[in-house]
């Protein structure tokens, strides 16, 4: 494994549990996912609109992510990558991102890059010798990686009979894409998160538990699929179904569709912590949420 980035916390990647917010972690493995698909090119001898074919042909549509420990303000950061598998058809790249000072793991990822033309023998060739196994540390805990979440969605018809909006259909903002129009695809989980919470939703992050301690949902893995990214004002909605509910934990899935189009752009799956943000530790779910999450529960759509 190489070291293809580095980076250090800063105050605006903190985000209300105190840390550096998921965004960042995952913002941080797509900057060494774009360093290694970089030298993977260069390494075949290709240059020119050559290398520009081949980059362009490689979609990242498969992003898992595993947390390990939280990072502070301040915090230098680096990214080590190796490659799972390369053919014909794609890539998949490991990566660990650890705290460069301590050598403490922050997180995990593997991500997977379908081509839409044969990637060249060159290509795969100059990947072969960087091959490794994913370690243990690397390795799902809760999330499978097997299950095609897009081809297992149900329908928006269906989500809308269950009642199970989790945001108001809204437009996509200029801020969320790139200069052509395109929206970013680092920003792909706000097709989940951002807009106006749907009737009996809530945007609250921070809550009460009831011994009067500050309550959020620190995330522990999340896997998230790209079926196609919205353009620059097309309406999107998202919604949400809790698939487990454990003693300290919740495993939920959450899809994106374009309403026009009733069209699945995303997946997201995603394992959260209950979290005592003041005590900096797990905590169980208290009883009023437990009880919130069982009634929404839909563990067949699992």
């Given at each position: 494994m190489q070291v293809t980035h580095r980076s250090s916390v800063t105050k605006d990647q903190i985000d209300h549990l105190g840390h550096m917010n998921v965004r960042?972690?995952?913002?941080?493995?797509?900057a060494g996912s774009q360093a290694m698909v970089s030298d993977l090119i260069a390494g075949a001898g290709l240059g020119g609109q050559a290398a520009d074919d081949v980059a362009s042909a490689l979609h990242l549509h498969d992003i898992y992510t595993r947390h390990h420990h939280e990072q502070m303000l301040g915090s230098d950061l680096e990214v080590r990558t190796g490659l799972v598998s390369a053919?014909?058809?794609?890539?998949?790249?490991?990566?660990?991102?650890?705290?460069?000072?301590?050598g403490v793991l922050a997180a995990t990822f593997q991500h997977r890059f379908a081509s839409t033309r044969p990637l060249p023998e060159a290509v795969v060739n100059?990947?072969?010798?960087?091959?490794?196994?994913?370690p243990e540390q690397g390795a799902t805990r809760s999330i499978s990686l097997v299950t095609d979440r897009l081809a297992t969605a149900p329908t928006?018809?269906?989500l809308e009979r269950r009642q199970l909006a989790l945001r108001e259909p809204r437009l996509v903002?200029?801020?969320?894409?790139?200069?052509?129009?395109a929206y970013r695809a680092d920003m792909a989980p706000m097709l989940v998160w951002d807009g106006e919470?749907?009737?009996g939703r809530t945007?609250?992050?921070?809550?009460?538990g009831p011994n009067g301690e500050e309550m959020g949902w620190a995330t522990m893995e999340?896997?998230?699929?790209?079926n196609r990214l919205p353009r620059l004002g097309e309406e999107v909605q998202s919604f949400f179904a809790p698939l487990e509910v454990a003693n300290k934990v919740t495993r939920s899935l959450h899809w994106a569709f374009a309403t026009g189009s009733e069209e699945l752009l995303i997946s997201f799956e995603v394992v959260n912590l209950a979290f005592d943000i003041g005590a900096r530790r797990a905590m169980v779910i208290p009883d009023n949420y437990r009880a919130r999450e069982l009634e929404l529960l839909q563990p067949d759509l699992d």
């Open positions: 960042y972690y995952g913002r941080n493995a797509r053919d014909a058809s794609g890539l998949c790249l490991y990566h660990e991102l650890a705290n460069a000072s301590s100059e990947a072969a010798p960087l091959i490794v196994p994913v928006l018809a269906e903002r200029e801020d969320e894409c790139d200069p052509d129009g919470p749907a009737e945007r609250e992050f921070v809550h009460t999340n896997r998230v699929m790209i």
